[in-house]
């Protein structure tokens, strides 16, 4: 079963500017998740935030969280034609050893 | 940090017969999960491989379908059984210490004709 929905499903920017997804999820979290996947195949981890975090950095990648709304969201900042990818946020539930993939977003950076 | 090998990396299938994917994990690890991405979608769960004992199935998966082997802490088979078109998928591995940090396989590219 998947966890929730992300927004926007695609997503197609110039290089340069920024990039802002959004993820919503339904149950109670211990903590939430992005992951990254270049051309349908292995992800990768790209930054956790735990459900008593509302801010988190990592370079260019900076993931809010606010758990009264079940939202979090993941900006790149001076994205790249590189960071070319699917994003997919992903939550652990409060008593659970589960990871629970969000429905991602297509990222497209134009050169 | 775990190095996960798929194998294979990807395969064409006949629909009824069965293909076998393995997952080898370069250390030992607790916990190993196998998920399905049908075309342009999300990851879908589809069970925990349990160490020495039955894998723990996802609602909408049978052992029937999806039988999961796990003998020792490094290493799983997912087996696609009685394929059907519906089936082709990529399937990945995921293995970790914690939920709070799992590696994943490249996948196994999977289409049934």
């Known amino acids: 079963s998947q966890q929730g929905e992300e927004d926007p499903q695609a997503l197609s920017i110039q290089e340069g500017e920024n990039a802002t997804m959004n993820c919503s999820y339904k149950?109670?979290?211990?903590?939430l998740q992005w992951y990254r996947q270049n051309s349908g195949r292995g992800l990768v981890h790209l930054i956790l935030?735990?459900?008593?975090?509302r801010e988190k950095h990592s370079g260019r990648l900076r993931v809010t969280l606010d758990t009264s709304k079940k939202s979090s969201s993941l900006l790149i900042t001076a994205s790249r034609a590189a960071d070319t990818a699917s994003y997919f946020c992903?939550?652990?539930?409060?008593?659970?050893?589960?990871?629970?993939f969000g429905s991602g977003t297509r990222l497209l950076v134009r050169p | 940090s775990a190095v996960i090998s798929q194998k294979p990396s990807r395969d064409i299938c006949q629909r009824g017969t069965s293909l076998t994917i393995q997952c080898q994990v370069d250390?030992?690890?607790?916990?190993m999960f196998w998920y399905r991405q049908q075309p342009g979608q999300s990851l879908t769960l589809i069970a925990t491989?349990?160490?020495?004992?039955?894998?723990?199935?996802e609602s909408g998966f049978v052992i029937d379908k999806f039988p999961i082997s796990r003998p020792n802490l490094t290493f799983s088979t997912l087996t696609v059984s009685n394929m059907s078109p519906e089936d082709s998928s990529i399937y990945l591995c995921?293995?970790?210490?914690?939920?709070?940090?799992?590696?994943f396989g490249s996948g196994t590219q999977l289409s049934v004709l």
């Open positions: 992903a939550t652990v539930e409060d008593s659970s050893y589960k990871l629970i």
């Open positions: 149950t109670s979290i211990n903590n």
């Open positions: 491989a349990n160490q020495g004992s039955e894998a723990t199935y």
């Open positions: 250390s030992q690890v607790t916990m």
């Open positions: 995921s293995a970790g210490e914690s939920p709070e940090k799992l590696f």
């Open positions: 935030i735990r459900s008593n975090e």
